[in-house]
Each structure stands twice: as structure tokens, then as C-alpha cells.
């Protein structure tokens, strides 16, 4: 099983931007299509973005779309996602995960980043 590891979160003011950073161990993310999602206080953990094993297909949820960029560098074995135009609502626990498809099932997930914006 592919061990996840996010990196990247903090604390940004809105306007601003924050690249997370997803490591990934034990087998090379090629294997997989990769997501990111997201967990807001009070509220259910939702998709972000997802992408296929070889980034030739890409999903945004339309909250992001036009903010947010995933990418992924199957050599460093890590996806990216680049989150530009924060706003307070972007405010969340950010979570990585691998899964077969780009639309899941994701069974493997790291621990999480805390993205915080500030208004």
C-alpha cells in the first residue's frame, strides 16, 4: 500500500497562496490517479481536485475551478496542488489519497495539511 504524506499548509491571508505538497512511499503514484479533498470545521469531507495516473485528465470541484492546479511528478513520486486566490471558505484540513480511477474509489490517504485564510 502507498503511504501519503501532505506538506505545504499554514496560515495565508486571503488573495494569497499556498502550494501542498503530497509524498508519496512504498509504491510509485503511477500506480494510482490521485485526489485531493478537503474537510472544513463542521462540515463533510469533500473533493477538490483529482487527477489521472499520467495528468492526461484532470477534475476540479467548482468551488476551485480557475484557483486551483493539481499536478503530479511521477519521478518524485508527489502530487501538488497549487491554490491560488485563497478565501476564508478555502479554510480546511487538506487531504491527499490514491485511489484506481479519477473518480475512486480513493483508499489510501494521508494524514492531512491545515490550510487556514485569513480575511
Known amino acids: 500500500q502507498v503511504q501519503l504524506v501532505e506538506s505545504g499548509g499554514g496560515l495565508v491571508q486571503a488573495g494569497g497562496s499556498l502550494r501542498l505538497s503530497c509524498a508519496a512511499s512504498?509504491?510509485?503514484?503511477?500506480?494510482?490517479?490521485m485526489g485531493w479533498f478537503r474537510r472544513a470545521p463542521g462540515k463533510e469531507r469533500e473533493v477538490v481536485s483529482s487527477?489521472?495516473?499520467?495528468?492526461?485528465?484532470?477534475y476540479y470541484a467548482e468551488p476551485v475551478k480557475g484557483r486551483f492546479t493539481i499536478s503530479r511528478d511521477n519521478v518524485k513520486n508527489t502530487v501538488y496542488l497549487q491554490m491560488n486566490s485563497l478565501k476564508p471558505e478555502d479554510t480546511a484540513v487538506y487531504y491527499c489519497?490514491?485511489?484506481?480511477?479519477?473518480?475512486?474509489?480513493?483508499?489510501?490517504w494521508g494524514q492531512g495539511t491545515q490550510v487556514t485564510v485569513s480575511s
Open positions: 512504498g509504491r510509485t503514484i503511477s500506480r494510482y490517479a
Open positions: 489519497a490514491a485511489g484506481p480511477t479519477i473518480s475512486g474509489p480513493f483508499g489510501s
Open positions: 487527477i489521472s495516473k499520467s495528468a492526461g485528465s484532470t
